[in-house]
C-alpha cells in the first residue's frame, strides 16, 4: 500500500489515483492522517479487505508529509561507511551517533525551504522509516512488524549551527523550518522485492552529488530499531533518519553548500521523489 497525506487528510493511492481514506471507510478512520498510526494494524486489516471506490487525480503540489506531526524523530549519523570517512569520523561500534530533528522542522515532498542568513546550509539524502506498531525492547528479526513503511527524507543541515560551540548543536542545527521534508509518500515493507536494499540518490540543479544503497548501511532498519528500541520506546508515526551516503556539501573540498535559487532533488528506488527549492 502507498498512503499519502493529500491536502490535510490521509488518502490511499491506487494506480496513482487517490481515495479518500475516511470517506472510504465511512468514518471509522478519522481525517486525520497522523490518526492512522496508533490504529494502524486496525487500517492495514481494513486496508487489505476493503472494496475502494475509483480515485481521483491529484497535484504532488497538495502533498504533505505521510506522518506530519510525528511525537518523535530519530536520526541516525555516520551510518554508512564512506559518510563516516569522509566526515573524518570512526566508524560506529555499538550504535551510531543518534540526534533529534524536532517536528516543527517535518514538511511535506515539494516546499520552498528558507536558507537561515549567513548559513552553511547542506543536503544528506536519508531512507525513513515511520513506526506503525509501539516498539520497546525489540528483537531486530521482528523490527519489521513494527514499521508502517518506508518514505524519503532529506536531513538538512545547517553546519555553522551544527558545529560551533564548546560541543555541537546537532539537533537545532538540523532543525530549521523545513529542514525534515519527507515524502512523497508511505511505502509499506511488503511493497518491495527487498526493503534492505534500494538505490539512493540526490541531485543538486541536475549535478548528481550522492548515490548508494540502503544495503550499504552499517546499521540495517531492523537493527536500528533493535538498538534504538532497548533504550527508548518508538512510538506510532515516529520518523527513523536512518543516515546519509558519501557526497554531502561538508565532505567535499572545497566545500559546497547550498544557494539562493537551488533546487535539491531525492529520490529512492520504488518510492518516490522530494523536490526542495531554497530562497534567501
Known amino acids: 500500500m502507498r498512503i499519502a497525506t493529500l491536502a490535510g487528510r490521509p488518502a490511499l493511492l491506487v494506480d496513482g489515483l487517490a481515495v479518500d481514506i475516511e470517506q472510504a471507510s465511512d468514518a ?3 481525517p486525520d492522517p497522523q490518526a492512522l498510526y496508533s490504529r494502524w494494524r486496525e487500517f492495514r486489516t481494513w486496508a487489505s479487505g476493503a472494496t475502494l471506490p475509483k480515485g481521483t487525480p491529484f497535484d504532488p503540489a497538495e502533498l504533505g508529509a505521510p506522518s506530519p506531526t510525528p511525537r518523535q524523530v ?39 525551504v ?32 513494527h514499521v508502517a513503511g518506508l518514505t524519503v527524507g532529506q536531513d538538512i543541515s545547517e553546519r555553522i549551527t551544527q558545529l560551533e560551540g564548546p560541543a555541537p548543536q546537532f539537533s537545532l542545527g538540523k532543525s530549521f523550518p523545513g529542514f525534515a521534508p519527507t515524502g512523497p509518500w508511505l511505502v509499506t515493507p511488503d511493497e518491495f522485492a527487498d526493503p534492505d536494499d534500494l538505490e539512493l540518490r540526490c541531485t543538486v540543479n541536475g549535478e548528481e552529488v550522492q548515490k548508494s544503497r ?10 536500528l530499531i533493535a538498538r534504538l528500541s532497548a533504550v527508548l520506546p518508538l512510538l506510532p508515526g515516529d520518523l527513523l533518519f536512518t543516515g546519509t551516503p558519501a557526497g554531502v556539501g561538508l565532505g567535499r573540498s572545497p566545500q559546497r553548500w547550498l544557494a539562493p535559487g537551488d ?18
Open 28 to 30: 471509522l478512520f478519522p
Open 74 to 112: 530519530i536520526a541516525a549519523g555516520l551510518n554508512y561507511r564512506d559518510h563516516a570517512a569522509e566526515s573524518g569520523f570512526a566508524l560506529p561500534d555499538k550504535l551510531p551517533p543518534v540526534f533529534t530533528k524536532f517536528p516543527t522542522s517535518v514538511t511535506g515532498p515539494v516546499t520552498e
Open 114 to 145: 528558507p536558507l537561515p542568513p549567513g548559513g552553511h546550509t547542506d543536503w544528506e539524502v536519508e531512507l525513513v522509516a515511520v513506526i506503525g506498531v509501539p516498539a520497546h525492547r525489540v528483537a531486530a528479526e521482528d523490527a519489521w512488524d
Open 214 to 223: 540502503t544495503s550499504e548501511l552499517i546499521f540495517s532498519v531492523p537493527e
Open 263 to 280: 533546487e535539491l532533488v531525492s529520490t529512492i528506488e520504488s518510492i518516490g521523489e522530494l523536490r526542495q527549492r531554497f530562497t534567501a
